[in-house]
């Protein structure tokens, strides 16, 4: 389709391309007045400006076309109706009806999954509100006041996010903790600060056999059960997984286990059960209110035409950088403490998802699929790395995510960050001349000698695209929003480019070789094979380590 056997949309990209690479976006602002308020999108509180991007109607014309050409729309209502789109995995990709607030039926293999789900929520909804009103306690009749999530990857990283995002939401006596990683250093730092009798350990594993995740695990049990005994566990761990043999082998009660299913892959699981400890912190009302978000893009994804459906045109915005102006990187900039971990979720949503070299029909692809994401809180981040997004030789379109008001209006912070992130934006398309840098400088008084040499330093390409995105608040609604924007957004890029957003294959070479190398560092294999680097590097590994 694309590559070597190009289609006919195409094509026609190619030859637009050819005559607008060139064009400013400074000019079409000037051309058209209205081009800010044309090229912007609301969908409730959520309001996405991408008319600083570089486009105009006959882009995007031909945009939409490939799009078209492409099936996206009959796409996207394959994934709402349940149809096995994760073809790799033969799956269903069904997050959508984890937030189906409307309830209508879905089908997976003629049978409705909503039933399932209802129950899933009710489930938990009963849960956390015994937590959090101390009716469930610990072992010693403690209320339970630590939250520590185990998990790794998709079980980790979205319920952290979320939480972090929605701190201001937190039960005011809870903490949340999270373990994800390997080293012991997770596990010490957090076990060193809570108290056994207060602490609910959530093991959170779709599989179950995840061996970072099983590991913490292990260690916190054993670490409950030299404070409290055996017999404290019942009241002290409960599982979120799709795997109920392993999670009763591990030890868990069935009884506390919070289940979900094969559809919901890992990265896409903090609307199920994943989301336990968002919901204990932030209260099931809350976490409702999330999922009420996430279900408002969703029928705005599947009702709305293409040419006003905000994730189809973010995605598309990316295929035109990506493919036409060779631009592999993406960068997003929440403005607000409070989502300071979006990009690290994001890192994982879209790399994981769209970072495939081999289509759905089975070759290799010969066009780039996803782009390198990164990013950071603004405007911390305006004093690190924006230095090479004003100045640098790559062009870096970037997400200024920012909400109008923040849950902490102090002074004058609020409208300073907001002044911040549009001064950003403006500055990133306006750019300045030498010419201007020059008349700048003159009227600061330079000397002529001092302006020549300065003002190529002192002066900015602009031309350099970004998209705004206005929340209203950092609330659990718009929190809904923004993250199920992004993950379709990823998906129709993913049907774009012909690629499987959802099986994730590339992480599981490591993994396997690690097995491998585990019994080296133990102590119990030698001279396995490996390349000199490897080996040396065990050799030196294992010499420093005794
Ligand atoms: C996400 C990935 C991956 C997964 C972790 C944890 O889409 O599949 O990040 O979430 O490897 O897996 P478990 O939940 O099975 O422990």
């Given at each position: 389709?694309?590559?070597?056997n190009?289609?006919?949309?195409w094509?026609?990209?190619e030859?637009?391309?050819?005559h607008?690479r060139k064009t400013?976006?400074?000019?079409?602002?000037?051309?058209d007045?209205?081009?800010?308020?044309r090229y912007?999108e609301?969908?409730?509180?959520?309001l996405v400006d991408?008319?600083?991007?570089?486009?105009?109607?006959?882009?995007?014309k031909?945009?939409?076309?490939?799009?078209?050409?492409?099936?996206?729309?009959e796409?996207?209502?394959d994934?709402?109706s349940?149809?096995?789109?994760?073809?790799?995995e033969?799956?269903?990709?069904?997050?959508?009806?984890?937030?189906n607030?409307?309830n209508?039926?879905?089908?997976?293999?003629?049978?409705d999954?909503?039933?399932?789900?209802?129950?899933?929520?009710?489930?938990m909804?009963?849960?956390?509100e015994a937590?959090?009103?101390?009716?469930?306690?610990?072992?010693?009749?403690?209320?339970?006041t630590?939250?520590?999530?185990i998990?790794?990857g998709?079980?980790?990283?979205g319920?952290?996010?979320?939480?972090?995002a929605l701190?201001?939401?937190w039960?005011?006596?809870?903490?949340?903790?999270f373990?994800?990683?390997?080293?012991?250093?997770?596990c010490?730092?957090v076990?060193?600060k809570i108290d056994?009798?207060?602490?609910?350990?959530?093991v959170?594993s779709?599989?179950f056999?995840?061996?970072e995740?099983?590991?913490?695990?292990?260690?916190?049990?054993?670490?409950?059960?030299d404070a409290l005994g055996?017999?404290?566990?019942?009241?002290h761990?409960?599982?979120?997984?799709?795997?109920?043999e392993?999670?009763?082998?591990?030890?868990?009660?069935?009884?506390?286990?919070f289940?979900?299913w094969?559809?919901?892959?890992?990265?896409?699981?903090?609307?199920?059960?994943?989301g336990?400890?968002?919901?204990?912190?932030v209260?099931?009302?809350?976490f409702e209110?999330?999922?009420?978000?996430a279900?408002?893009?969703d029928?705005?994804?599947?009702?709305?035409?293409?040419e006003?459906n905000?994730?189809v045109?973010?995605?598309?915005?990316?295929i035109?950088?990506?493919?036409?102006?060779?631009?592999?990187?993406?960068?997003?900039?929440?403005?607000?403490q409070?989502?300071?971990y979006?990009?690290?979720y994001?890192?994982q949503?879209d790399m994981?998802?769209?970072?495939?070299s081999?289509?759905?029909?089975?070759?290799?692809?010969d066009?780039?699929t996803?782009?390198v994401?990164?990013?950071?809180?603004g405007?911390n981040?305006q004093?690190?790395?924006?230095?090479?997004?004003?100045q640098g030789t790559e062009?870096?379109?970037i997400?200024?995510?920012?909400p109008?008001?923040?849950?902490?209006e102090?002074?004058?912070?609020?409208?300073?960050?907001?002044?911040?992130?549009?001064?950003q934006?403006?500055?990133?398309?306006?750019g300045?001349t030498?010419a201007?840098?020059?008349e700048?400088?003159?009227?600061?008084?330079?000397?002529q000698?001092e302006?020549?040499?300065?003002?190529?330093f002192?002066?900015f390409?602009?031309?350099?695209?970004?998209t705004?995105i206005?929340?209203?608040?950092i609330d659990?609604?718009g929190?809904?929003?923004?993250v199920?924007?992004?993950e379709?957004?990823?998906y129709?890029?993913?049907?774009?480019?012909?690629?499987?957003?959802f099986?994730?294959?590339g992480?599981?070479?490591?993994?396997?070789?690690?097995?491998k190398?585990l019994?080296?560092?133990q102590?119990?294999?030698h001279n396995?094979?490996?390349?000199?680097?490897?080996?040396?590097?065990?050799s030196y590994?294992?010499?420093?380590r005794?």
């Amino acid at each position: 389709m694309f590559g070597k056997n190009k289609s006919k949309a195409w094509r026609q990209l190619e030859s637009v391309y050819k005559h607008f690479r060139k064009t400013e976006m400074k000019d079409l602002f000037a051309q058209d007045k209205l081009r800010g308020e044309r090229y912007s999108e609301q969908l409730d509180t959520m309001l996405v400006d991408y008319s600083k991007n570089r486009f105009d109607d006959n882009v995007l014309k031909a945009l939409f076309e490939l799009a078209r050409e492409r099936g996206l729309k009959e796409k996207i209502d394959d994934m709402f109706s349940g149809k096995k789109i994760n073809a790799t995995e033969n799956r269903a990709v069904l997050h959508i009806a984890l937030r189906n607030r409307g309830n209508t039926p879905i089908y997976v293999d003629g049978r409705d999954v909503m039933p399932k789900i209802n129950a899933t929520l009710e489930k938990m909804k009963d849960f956390s509100e015994a937590v959090r009103l101390g009716r469930f306690t610990g072992y010693t009749g403690k209320k339970l006041t630590n939250i520590v999530n185990i998990g790794i990857g998709g079980s980790d990283l979205g319920p952290f996010m979320a939480c972090e995002a929605l701190r201001y939401y937190w039960a005011k006596d809870i903490k949340c903790w999270f373990i994800s990683n390997i080293d012991g250093t997770g596990c010490a730092e957090v076990l060193n600060k809570i108290d056994p009798e207060t602490t609910l350990f959530i093991v959170a594993s779709k599989t179950f056999t995840t061996i970072e995740t099983l590991t913490n695990a292990r260690t916190c049990r054993k670490w409950l059960v030299d404070a409290l005994g055996e017999h404290a566990v019942a009241k002290h761990f409960i599982a979120l997984s799709t795997n109920k043999e392993e999670v009763e082998k591990f030890g868990i009660n069935p009884d506390n286990m919070f289940e979900f299913w094969d559809f919901v892959g890992g990265r896409y699981s903090m609307w199920s059960a994943i989301g336990m400890i968002i919901a204990i912190a932030v209260g099931y009302k809350n976490f409702e209110r999330m999922l009420e978000g996430a279900y408002a893009m969703d029928r705005h994804f599947a009702e709305t035409e293409l040419e006003h459906n905000i994730p189809v045109i973010l995605a598309l915005i990316g295929i035109w950088y990506n493919n036409f102006y060779g631009i592999h990187r993406h960068c997003v900039v929440p403005y607000d403490q409070y989502l300071q971990y979006l990009p690290a979720y994001l890192q994982q949503l879209d790399m994981e998802s769209n970072g495939k070299s081999v289509t759905l029909d089975n070759k290799y692809v010969d066009y780039a699929t996803g782009p390198v994401l990164f990013g950071g809180a603004g405007t911390n981040v305006q004093h690190s790395f924006f230095q090479l997004l004003h100045q640098g030789t790559e062009v870096v379109p970037i997400d200024l995510i920012v909400p109008a008001i923040s849950h902490n209006e102090i002074g004058s912070h609020q409208q300073i960050l907001l002044a911040n992130v549009l001064a950003q934006g403006e500055a990133l398309m306006r750019g300045k001349t030498e010419a201007e840098t020059a008349e700048e400088l003159e009227a600061a008084g330079k000397p002529q000698t001092e302006i020549n040499r300065m003002k190529k330093f002192k002066s900015f390409s602009g031309n350099r695209p970004s998209t705004t995105i206005v929340l209203k608040k950092i609330d659990p609604y718009g929190l809904g929003m923004l993250v199920a924007m992004y993950e379709h957004k990823i998906y129709s890029q993913g049907v774009i480019w012909n690629i499987n957003s959802f099986d994730q294959f590339g992480v599981e070479l490591g993994k396997k070789l690690a097995l491998k190398i585990l019994p080296e560092l133990q102590g119990t294999a030698h001279n396995v094979e490996h390349d000199s680097s490897t080996s040396n590097l065990i050799s030196y590994i294992n010499k420093i380590r005794k």
